[in-house]
């Protein structure tokens, strides 16, 4: 038997609870692992709460990242006792995913740990900071460098807002850092942004072009945030947009692309190719200063993760939640 997190839909009756379930019940896949830690991602919140319509069948475990050991395999490229971490792949949506004890995974989309890091670290930086390498690494292909100017950073608090100003200032960038809380200044200043801005300067409808205010950007908000942060770059800029947290729409018109050469990027965080995840998690362990960790995580235990969910909708959480899937 293993603890997990278990939602199911009866009707109209959407519920999220703690439940033990057998080995028996887990998915067919071809890797079982021993989960460690997991971590709350919006998305996780999205589908414990049901306000969004995430989970597409029921029951279902969520939880798009895990970290652990392998305890059975049928794939080639994983042994029992190879440690292990996952992010994305639909888990937690239409397959089983890492708020449990236990997960039965498609081996290939789990890649090694990277040395150096272990599975608590791991999650603790999870699909936030993997996304956030996803969209340096994007920004860098396509021509940035520190000395290009500096780079806005939306939702500056958030999990991917948190990393991704913690890993450019690593690497010499100067970050502006827009967030809703101006209370967590100091936080984000610890965390390497030089400058912070209020986030209604974005938030609400803006022109098609504005002043010229940075030479890059990475946006988890979308919106009419991403629409003024495209307005707001400089000619030739880069914009990686990698989240929702504002909407899905896109309020803007073709002047920054068309008059600018402004260059938007997507990031999809889910299905990256294996190389590429590889990298970004070798980077991630070479590069990020561990140490930041504790100023960007809490860890709660696995029943705490359904009442944590609602906070980090309304946004109540600070960086990232780590869960302990044995406390």
Sequence with gaps: MFKAILIDRKDTNY????????????????????????????????????????????????????AGTVESSAHPAYKPGDRVLLNGWGVGESHW???????????????????????????????AGYTAMLCIMALERHGLAADRGKVLVTGANGGVGSFAISLLAQRGYSVIASTGRPTEADYLRSLGAETIIDRAEL???GRPLAKERWAAAIDSVGSHTLANVCAATQAEGLVAACGLAQGM???????????????????????????????????????FDLS????????IGLQESIAASSDLLKGKVRGRLIVNVDG
């Design 292 to 299: 930041n960790l504790a100023l960007i995580t809490r860890e």
């Design 15 to 66: 519920q999220a609870r703690m439940a033990e379930l057998d080995e028996s019940q887990l998915p067919a896949a071809d890797v079982t692992v021993r989960v460690a830690y997991s971590t709350l991602n919006f998305k996780d919140a999205l589908a414990i709460t049901g306000q969004s319509p995430v989970v597409r069948q029921f029951p279902m475990i969520p939880g798009i990242d895990l």
């Design 203 to 205: 938030s609400e409808p």
């Design 97 to 127: 995913g890492g708020l449990a004890q236990k997960a039965r995974i498609n081996g290939d989309w789990l890649i090694p740990l990277p040395s150096g890091i272990d599975e608590r670290q791991a999650m603790a930086v999870g699909t």
């Design 249 to 287: 729409d896109f309020p803007s018109s073709v002047a920054p692309f068309i008059l600018r050469g402004v260059s938007l990027l997507g990031i999809n965080s889910v299905t990256q190719p294996f190389a590429r995840r590889v990298e970004a998690w070798e980077r991630i362990a070479a590069e």
